[in-house]
């Protein structure tokens, strides 16, 4: 079965056939970085992670960027408004009493931590946008010199009514008012969707990141960032653009039309979002203390893999409710999984089970149905393959679960452990409970588990 994708411009699932069947081109809408990032916002992190190991996995060489948004997203996007309110990196130095520069640098270190611990992969760069501020000041340019821009009173417009497409991703046409919008429209502009594509600087404060621009100084608006930086690193159009359900309406349908008004040419081939994360089924946000973070979960006892396998266990269109009971049962089941290969026979003549790799696949290829995936490991797990094969065919599946099964594999007990066991039974077998007792702490302390079998003992991994 070939790759197919659900196509957010389409509004259907399509067969993936790339531009260039030698280069497959994906970018994904990275954070905010201006506070630690969100278990909601991994979900859409995973989603790339995914998508690229299953493209991966179709035999193509993918060039793969994520962004990292340091300037000019603005706190009025919350409000229906991305053109109004403050600078959300700037807010942050101001309220932690560092520089922007600083408050940047530190958060982008913070996620790219959390982002390798969940085993996302690493895309080919991470593009934070001051370094690319003359990229959208010519991107500006261009669309200024074709007629699709104006200025007014806080900065310079794109004007939406001189594209004829305009919301063919969202459904939202130029004449139209921000889905959610809860502020007072800015009457200067021509029409109520029209997005900035550079602010200018307020006259009455001093901004820690602003630059000079042939309109004024100032800092780009938000949406200009993300085209200046496909043009840059991949081309004028790319196979797939993805990221969460909530840059669909605004964001993204800014990108389209900035971006084919300054090429002429089509922007991206396919769009991926990923729902949004619940919990306790209402809402997920920063000012109701409901943002976790992967620290925050880690601080409960909850690894960074029982995450990963709490995100596919819902398919990425669909809303996922995080419950910490939710949570409880995804650990439980990584758990076991590791426990199980942990006590599978190795042999050098294993072999692929193929049925249960083409059942796999299969799942990845119909719009990466992850939930169907995870139930294939589990029926090939109970199945009466030989463990050897269990062994080398979920290894080729963790190529993409990403869930380091390897770990859990063949490992070699140390001697040292060995010997321990061995007086703990002795002891045991003498009744004398409390040394047994002391010895276990203590393997445990090493990172292993022993076990009581009917012909001595059992020494496994610890997870």
């Known amino acids: ?201 307020p006259k009455d404060k001093m901004r820690w990141q602003e630059w000079d621009s042939p309109w004024g100084r100032g800092f780009p608006g938000w949406h200009i960032e993300c085209s200046a930086m496909i043009l840059t690193e991949l081309g004028e159009n790319i196979d797939i653009h993805a990221g969460g359900e909530d840059l669909r309406m605004i964001h993204h349908q800014n990108e389209i039309a900035q971006s084919e008004c300054a090429t002429g040419k089509k922007f991206a081939s396919y769009w991926v979002h990923t729902a949004f994360l619940q919990v306790d089924g209402g809402r997920m946000g920063r000012s109701i203390g409901n943002a976790y973070t992967l620290p925050d979960i880690e601080a409960k006892g909850f690894t960074p893999a029982a995450l990963r396998y709490f995100y596919m266990g819902a398919h990425y269109r669909k809303k996922l409710n995080f419950t910490w009971e939710a949570l409880q049962n995804a650990q439980n089941a990584v758990k076991k999984l590791y426990d199980l290969v942990g006590t599978y026979e190795e042999s050098k003549d294993a072999v692929l089970a193929i049925d249960f790799l083409d059942k796999f696949n299969e799942a990845l290829n119909d719009d990466i149905n992850m939930p169907e995936a995870l139930a294939v490991v589990w029926e090939l ?63 445990e302390s090493k990172g292993y588990l022993v076990e009581d079998v009917a012909d001595g003992f059992r020494i496994k991994r610890k997870v």
Not at 30 to 45: A, L, M
Not at 71 to 99: F, P, Q, W
Not at 165 to 181: I, Q, V
């Open 1 to 201: 079965m070939a790759l197919q994708l659900y196509n957010s411009l389409t509004r259907k699932v399509e067969d993936f056939i790339p531009i260039n069947p030698n280069l497959v081109t994906m970018y994904v809408c990275g954070p905010t970085v201006y506070d630690f990032v969100s278990i909601g916002n991994f979900r859409t992190y995973t989603t790339g992670d995914l998508l690229f190991r299953v493209l991966s996995e179709n035999g193509y060489k993918v060039k793969y960027i994520m962004n990292l948004t340091d300037v000019g997203h603005l706190t009025g996007d919350n409000l229906g408004d991305a053109d109004s309110g403050e600078d959300r990196i700037e807010m942050s130095a101001e309220k932690e009493g560092k520089s922007s520069r600083d408050i940047a640098n530190f958060y982008i270190q913070d996620f790219i931590k959390n982002y390798e611990r969940l085993g996302l992969k690493k895309p080919d760069k991470f593009t934070k946008a001051t370094d690319y501020i003359k990229d959208q000041i010519e991107l500006i340019k261009m669309l200024e010199r074709k007629g699709f821009t104006y200025k007014i009173t806080d900065g310079l417009y794109f004007d939406t009514s001189t594209y004829k497409d305009y919301g063919k991703l969202s459904g939202m046409k130029e004449n139209e008012s921000g889905d959610g919008a809860r502020i007072e429209p800015n009457l200067e502009k021509k029409n109520p969707l029209d997005f900035a594509l550079w602010k200018f600087s």
């Open 381 to 443: 797990v109970k199945s009466e393959v030989a463990e050897s094969s269990k062994i080398t065919t979920l290894l080729k599946f963790d190529e993409v679960l990403g869930l380091g099964i390897e770990n859990y594999v063949g490992f070699e007990i140390p001697v040292e452990i060995e010997n321990l066991a061995r007086v703990r039974t002795q002891y045991r077998k003498s009744g004398i409970w409390d040394k047994a007792d002391l010895i276990r702490r203590e393997i």
